[in-house]
Structure formats: C-alpha cells, structure tokens
C-alpha cells in the first residue's frame, strides 16, 4: 500500500497563494451554483449525487455549463466526484453552508452588488484616502449621501447586510440599555430606524430622536410611520463630518451601533467629544460595535477583515471595522470612561458603556 506523501510546505502555500489569486473567479462559481440551483438540486439529491446531464436537466443550464461550473467547484469544495467513473457529483458541507446559511448568502450578495466592481479601484481609493470604488454608481463623497440613490438591488443588498449584523444584537442589548429606563434617547446614526423603533416597542414610555443625514432620515420616517410611532420617534438632520455642529442635549441615553466604524479614527475623537459636550452628568453613552480583536471564532475575525475593506474603497476612503483597542484610545482621548463591557452579543458585537470622565465614580 502507498504510503501518504510528505507534507510540503512550499507547495501548501503556492496552493493557497492561488486560491488567492483565482479567488474573484471561484466566488462567481459559487455564487451561479447558488443563483442557478445547482446546489439545490446536489442537495436534494443526497448522497446518491447527479450527473452533470442529470443537473443540467434539473436547472435548465446546457451540459457544458453544467460539467464546466460542477469541475470547477471542486477545486474550492463545494462538490465532491465519485462513481466507477468519477462522474456523480455530491454537495459537500461547505455547499450546503453556501446553499443555506443566511449569514453567508447576505454576505455574498453585498460583495457582489455592492463591493465586486468597485473594489478593482482599490489602488486609487489606498492613494488617495477617498472611496474611489463608489463612482461605479455615480458621484458622491461617501456612500451614505448616496444610499437614497443607488440601484434597488444595490440598497436590497448594503440593508441586508447592515440589519444582518446590528439585527442580531438588538434584542440582546435592549434589557441592558433599559435596566435604568431612560426616558429620552439620542440615536446618533439611527439610519433606517430599527433600533429607534424596537426601543419604542420595549417601552412605551421612552421617546427617542434620530441623528443621521437627510436622507436616512427620510427611509426612517417612512418606517417610524409604518409602526405607528411617528409622535415618539422624530429626526434630526446633521453633517456629522462638520465638527462645529452641536449634538442636541437632554438626554438621558445616547447610542450609536455600528456608526464609529464609518469614520476615520480622527472624526471618531471629534464626534466622541460632541457627544461628551451632549451628556449630562447622569446621561450614558452605548457604543454597539463589531472589534475585531474581541471575536470568540475565526469565521467572524475573517468576515470583519474582509468587510474592512469595503469601507476604504466604497464607504469614505479612511475607515476600517476597527480593533476594541483602537476604539478605547478615541473614547479616552474624548475625555469619556468606559465602566461597562459586554462581548458576544448575535453576531460578534461588544457593547461599551461610557461616561464623561469629570462624573465617573
């Protein structure tokens, strides 16, 4: 009997620097296996498999396309071949994660729709520390001015994947923002409205205003009104990069999720420090964000960093999902105290609380 070969290092890594290198072509693999329903039908075939004649007649593609896409996905495991001839075709495990798993379907619908072209303008967005991949849908500064105006299937996909992650965390966070019951809250970047609402459904008492661009403004209002909310949930417009606008006060919470990570590290300080100047000497600020270095798994540190980069070539040009330390040195560079940490609420996000540091003990 042959012995296994030695394993071998050199050819491990020139095996892996290629997957890198064909990785844009297997992603569209994967993806048309998905979209076509290629995948289904291996998965509804078990562990008897099809053919590629067989799975070309279950999805309608020619027999060409079908052997073509099937081989080809067998160099990245979404398939497996067996048979007397090496011709029946089976789902692996990583094609039923592909087929299946929400997480992963949201996510490769974002890279393609919203990420895939722009991001072959990486090299000028590096250079110039501006989001040269957004132009692909027209001419904006960020894409936050531009989400009122980019393509339906575009939208569909960028609130997919922002409610995927923020969703995960709001029923675990509200109990803890509300322990206290505060009365009035301030969502800074309150973006379409789910929180806002969701606070309003977990009390009845509360009362929270909006913080956000005209245009978020406009698809929060439209869902606030929707829920029946619109006399407890009201907006208010701000430039957030223009740093002499005031954050209104009076508030007994503030909340941002998912809102630090869409500004370079020295708009956070500036926008930490308006915060500040907006607390009260009882008011608490929640910060819900996804850090990288605060994950229990690989899969998250992996989604993160590949989502990373989708700020600098799209977003704005000079963000990134940033690390819990990055973050901490802004809030006490802004003069705040963190006295509570919470990590692994849903999917892989930490919540801080913060005081003014002249009130904390």
């Not at 575009?154 to 969703?167: G, N, P, Q």
Request: aromatic content about 8%; hydrophobic content about 40%; proline content about 5%.
């Amino acid at each position: 009997m042959k012995n296994d070969p030695a394993p071998n290092p050199t050819l491990d890594a020139m095996l892996a620097a290629q997957r890198i290198a064909f990785a844009p072509v297997m992603f569209q693999v994967a993806r048309v296996m998905r979209n076509r329903g290629v995948l289904k039908a291996l998965q509804r075939a078990g562990r008897s498999g099809r053919t590629p004649a067989e799975v070309a007649q279950d999805t309608g593609l020619s027999a060409y396309a079908a052997k073509t896409l099937l081989e080809a996905s067998l160099s990245f495991g979404l398939v497996e071949c067996a048979g007397a001839r090496g011709e029946r075709y089976t789902i692996t495990r990583v094609g039923l994660i592909v087929e299946n798993d929400r997480m992963t379907r949201i996510n490769m619908d974002f890279i393609h729709d919203v990420c895939y072209e722009g991001m072959r303008h990486l090299d000028e967005a590096i250079d110039d520390g501006k989001p040269a991949g957004l132009k692909v849908f027209g001419e904006w500064p960020t894409v936050y001015e531009a989400l009122p105006a980019l393509p339906p299937r575009v939208r569909e996909s960028w609130f997919a994947f922002d409610h995927l992650y923020s969703d995960s965390a709001f029923p675990e966070a509200l109990p803890v923002v509300f322990e206290r019951r505060p009365r009035t809250l301030l969502d800074i970047g309150g973006n379409t409205g789910r929180w806002a609402i969701q606070c309003c459904t977990h009390d009845p008492d509360v009362r929270v205003t909006i913080l956000d661009l005209p245009g978020q403004l406009e698809d929060a209002r439209v869902n606030v009104e929707q829920h029946g909310m619109l006399g407890r949930i009201m907006g208010t417009p701000i430039d957030f990069l223009d740093h002499g606008q005031a954050f209104p006060t009076g508030f007994d919470a503030i909340w941002m999720s998912q809102f630090l990570v869409c500004f370079s590290e020295a708009d956070i300080v500036q926008i930490l420090r308006r915060a500040r100047a907006a607390m009260g000497g009882e008011t608490v600020l929640w910060i819900l964000d996804t850090f990288w270095d605060r994950q229990s798994n690989e899969v998250a540190v992996h989604c993160l960093h590949g989502s990373s980069l989708y700020f600098t070539c799209l977003a704005n040009g000079n963000s990134r999902m940033y690390s819990a330390a990055d973050i901490k040195r802004c809030i006490d560079e802004a003069g705040l105290v963190i006295d509570a940490e919470i990590d692994d609420l849903g999917l892989a996000h930490t919540l801080l609380r913060c005081r003014r540091r002249d009130v904390d003990g």
